[in-house]
């Protein structure tokens, strides 16, 4: 999640959505749909390790905080803020224990 936002923070993001302006936006937004996909699978199986019932949707549903940082950092609040609060909401969510500052 953090190095997500780390990509975001580093404008990395922002590329990628000027990309998907281009004349083969199609070829940039399918490249990026493939690239979510992976970055899921690594959570997926972390889920799943942990014995969470549907590790799929789970991951899915974190990756939502992750969507939600990220246009919070674009719209200029606190990139540090955002990734300590979307962390400490993925871990509470994740283990029902919301870690310590």
Aim: proline share 4%.
């Amino acid at each position: 999640m953090s190095s997500q936002l780390d990509l975001v923070r580093g404008g990395e993001h922002r590329i990628a959505q000027a990309l998907a302006g281009v004349r083969d936006a199609a070829v940039v937004r399918e490249s990026a749909v493939r690239a979510h996909r992976e970055l899921l699978t690594p959570l997926i199986g972390a889920l799943t390790e942990l014995g969470e019932e549907d590790p799929r949707r789970t991951a899915l549903l974190l990756q939502g905080i992750v969507n939600a940082a990220t246009t919070a950092i674009e719209n200029g609040d606190d990139p540090v803020a955002v990734t300590d609060r979307a962390v400490r909401m993925a871990v509470t969510a994740i283990t029902g224990v919301t870690p310590e500052r």
